[in-house]
C-alpha cells in the first residue's frame, strides 16, 4: 500500500498509529478536525476533515490507498463517509471492539456497540478490503479513571474493584494495526487484541500506586456513588456501558489473547510496563 489515510489520527491509538507507520517509511497523512493543534512531526502531512461532514473527506481522500478508521463522531454521517473512502481507497482498518467475544465483559448491550455493528456491516458489504481490530480495555484508560484522584492525594474510591480487564497498551493495537495496513494477508480477519495478563481493578491500582512509590488506600465504593461521581466527568452512555462491563466481568478471569504476540513476533506489553511508561501521568 503507498499512502494511508489515519482517522483518528490526534487520538489515543490513531497517534500511535502515525508514528509507527512513518517508521516504516510509509507515506502517511493524518486527518484532524483541527490540524492547527494536532502536533505531528514536520513529515506527516495534517489534513482537515469531518466525519460529520463527509463532504469535507473527499479532498483527505485524495489518492489515498488504506483507512486506519477510529469512529468516535455521532452515527447520523457513517453511510456518507464510508461511501466516500469506499469511492477512494482499497483497503480499510477499522478499530472496533470484542463485539463477537462471549465473555460477558464484552456482551453488555450499549449504543456504542450499536455504532460498530453498523460501521462492520457497511465495510463488509463495501467492496473493501477490510480487517477489523477488536481490542478490549485500553491502558491508557487508567490515566482517566483514576489520573484525578492520584494526582490530588492518596485514597482512590473506586467501584467493582475485583472486576479483572487485561489492559492492552495502545501500541501493541497500533502495531497489529501497521501490519494489516502495510502487509498482505489480513484481509477478512477479526483481530481479538488484548493486554498479556487479567488484572483486578485493585491490582490495576496498586501497580501504578507500586510504581509512584505511593501507598494508596483503594476503597470500593457502590456502583450508586461511582455512578454519581464519574457523571460529572463522563457522558452517562459510557459511564452505564463501564459500569455494567464491570459487574458483568466479575467472577471469571478477563478474556486474553495471544493475538499482539502471534502477528508482531513480540509478546503485548504487560500493564505493570505500561505504567512505569505513563507513571509522570499519575504524579501531581
Ligand atoms: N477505550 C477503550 O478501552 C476502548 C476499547 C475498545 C475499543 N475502543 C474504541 O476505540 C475508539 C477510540 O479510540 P481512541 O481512544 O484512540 O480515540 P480518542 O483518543 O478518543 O480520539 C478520538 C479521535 O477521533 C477524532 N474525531 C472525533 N470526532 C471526529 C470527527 N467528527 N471527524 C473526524 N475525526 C474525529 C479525533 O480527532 P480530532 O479531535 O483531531 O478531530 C481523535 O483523533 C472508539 O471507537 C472506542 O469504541 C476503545
Request: charge should be negative; hydrophobic fraction near 30%; aromatic fraction near 8%.
Given at each position: 500500500m503507498n499512502r494511508t489515510l489515519i482517522i483518528g489520527a490526534t487520538g489515543n491509538v490513531g497517534r500511535q498509529v502515525v508514528s509507527q507507520l512513518s517508521a516504516t517509511g510509509a507515506q502517511v497523512r493524518a486527518l484532524s478536525r483541527n490540524p492547527d493543534a494536532?502536533?505531528?512531526?514536520?513529515?506527516v502531512e495534517v489534513v482537515r476533515g469531518d466525519l460529520a461532514r463527509p463532504e469535507s473527506l473527499d479532498r483527505c481522500l485524495?489518492?489515498?490507498?488504506a483507512v486506519f478508521l477510529v469512529w468516535t463522531a455521532p452515527p447520523a454521517t457513517i453511510v456518507p463517509a464510508l461511501e466516500r473512502i469506499a469511492d477512494h481507497a482499497q483497503r480499510i482498518v477499522f478499530l472496533s471492539a470484542?463485539?463477537?467475544?462471549?465473555?460477558p465483559f464484552f456482551q453488555q448491550p450499549n449504543p456504542a456497540r450499536l455504532v460498530g455493528e453498523q460501521i462492520e456491516r457497511l465495510i463488509e458489504t463495501s467492496g473493501l478490503e477490510w480487517t477489523f481490530l477488536r481490542p478490549g480495555m485500553?491502558?491508557?484508560?487508567s490515566v482517566r479513571f483514576w489520573g484525578p484522584q492520584i494526582r490530588a492525594g492518596d485514597v482512590v474510591r473506586w467501584p467493582y474493584l475485583a472486576a479483572p480487564t487485561a489492559p492492552i497498551d495502545e501500541c501493541d493495537i497500533a502495531a497489529v494495526a501497521v501490519r494489516a495496513l502495510c502487509?498482505?494477508?489480513?484481509?477478512g480477519a477479526e483481530y481479538v487484541l488484548t493486554g498479556p495478563q487479567s488484572l483486578s481493578q485493585f491490582e490495576q491500582v496498586s501497580t501504578i500506586g507500586r510504581l509512584i512509590g505511593r501507598s494508596l488506600r483503594i476503597e470500593e465504593i457502590s456502583p450508586d456513588e461511582a455512578r454519581r461521581e464519574l457523571l460529572a466527568g463522563m457522558p452517562a452512555v459510557a459511564v452505564n456501558m463501564l459500569l455494567d462491563a464491570w459487574a458483568a466481568a466479575l467472577g471469571q478471569p478477563a478474556f486474553v489473547t495471544s493475538t499482539v504476540a502471534e502477528l508482531t513476533g513480540i509478546p503485548a506489553r504487560t500493564f505493570l510496563n505500561w505504567a512505569s511508561e505513563h507513571a509522570g501521568e499519575f504524579r501531581a
Open positions: 494536532a502536533r505531528f512531526p514536520q513529515h485524495d489518492g489515498i490507498d470484542p463485539l463477537k467475544t462471549p465473555h485500553f491502558a491508557g484508560n502487509e498482505d494477508g489480513h484481509a
